[in-house]
């Protein structure tokens, strides 16, 4: 994975207000009415944290009427698991010789 996805990945779980969404999320789609109500933000700052979380792969969102609904993608959830494992898990390919020996 690239860094700048990898990137925009991390940055979605880098708010508090966006960790409240994906937890209001795991229970199932949201509209956005619900959402405002329940974060008790603006609606233009709602959608600059939907934005990063969608822009991210780890939510997902459907417009029906003139209202929109999220929804954890199952997908994207797995991506950012998986990008979070590779990145903390060591490398074995290792060279034999620490770098600061001479």
Known sequence: ???KKTAL???AFCDENR???LKMLRSGEKCACRLLEELNV????LSHH???LCDSGIVVCRKEGKWMHYSVSEKGAKVAADCLKELTTADCKCESTPCCEK
């Open 19 to 21: 960790i409240r969404i």
């Open 9 to 11: 990945i991390f940055k």
């Open 1 to 3: 994975m690239d860094e």
């Open 42 to 45: 603006t609606q233009p700052t």
């Open 50 to 52: 939907m934005k990063i």
